[in-house]
């Protein structure tokens, strides 16, 4: 058998990064066990698998979709979507339990007086000598 060239396999896949992905990938079917779908001729699997692409011999869309799923590393799963608030919200009448009454706030001294300092135009409390 003659010798499987880049070029027989660009004619198909005509990316030679997604071409080298590709190979990949049904190499390493092969090796898995998948079917082969031309003679092995003591190839290795690398060789084989570029063999079956020249030949158009195996499904590329196929191919792309194994390699893309191997690649996931998060399978979404269809689930109902909640209202983000609500998942944060206790249930009911609890949700303003925690809230602090005001006597609460004046104890732990959390208040904000408008005592102080005057201050002048310029942003600046007091007297400044010079």
């Known amino acids: 058998m003659a010798r499987v060239t880049v070029e027989d396999c660009v004619l198909k ?12 990938q049904r190499a390493r079917d092969v090796s898995s066990g998948s079917k082969l779908t031309v003679e092995r001729d003591n190839d290795k699997n690398p060789v084989v ?3 079956e692409i020249a030949d158009d011999t195996v ?7 194994s390699l893309v799923s191997g690649l996931q590393k998060h399978v979404e799963v269809d689930e109902p979507e909640e209202d983000e608030m609500e998942s944060f919200m206790p249930d009911g009448d609890m949700a303003f339990e925690n ?3 005001e ?3 004046i104890e732990d001294g959390l208040t904000v007086s408008d005592g102080g300092a ?7 409390g007091g007297d400044i000598e010079e």
Do not use: Q
Request: a negative charge; hydrophobic letters at 50%.
């Open 49 to 51: 698998a570029l063999r």
């Open 13 to 24: 896949v005509p990316n030679r990064f997604e071409l080298v992905l590709i190979a990949a």
């Open 99 to 101: 809230i602090a009454s």
């Open 118 to 124: 005057d201050f002048d135009a310029d942003g600046f």
């Open 103 to 105: 006597e609460e706030v």
């Open 59 to 65: 499904p590329l869309d196929g191919l792309r979709n």
